[in-house]
């Protein structure tokens, strides 16, 4: 089992910046894919970026692409979402999840946060 705890969410005005915490713990493996998703009320969860634990490679959302950042720490085994330039539609819950895969998809995400809210004021 992985556990995942999602943190660093909050209220912020549009163009100020956030930093999402996700810690991972329990059983890992080097090849797990690490992602981000939000959902905003009323739609669908969506894709924002995600990172191989062991590479690094990255894969962002064009629409986010610009702004937001994936990182991690492997010592801290923990998982961070750099988020810049912040706007109103960049409000929802935003979710940590874990793959063995690569895909975009996050019905092939096995495990999940517990989501940490991200409120942007315009």
């Known amino acids: 089992q992985v556990q995942l705890v999602e943190s660093g969410g909050g209220l912020v005005q549009a163009g100020g910046s956030l930093r999402l915490s996700c810690v991972v713990s329990g059983r890992t493996f080097p090849s797990y894919t690490m992602g981000w998703f939000r959902q905003a009320p009323g739609k669908e969860r969506e894709f924002v970026t995600h990172?191989?634990?062991?590479?690094?490679?990255?894969l962002t959302a064009d629409s986010v692409k610009t702004r937001f950042t994936i990182s991690r720490d492997i010592a801290k085994s923990t998982v961070y979402l750099q988020m810049n330039s912040l706007r109103p539609e960049d409000t929802a819950v935003y979710y940590c999840?874990?793959?063995?895969?690569?895909?975009?998809?996050?019905?092939?995400?096995?495990?999940w946060g517990q989501g940490t809210q991200v409120t942007v004021a315009s």
């Open positions: 990172i191989n634990w062991s590479s690094g490679r990255r």
């Open positions: 999840a874990a793959t063995m895969s690569t895909s975009l998809d996050a019905h092939e995400y096995n495990y």
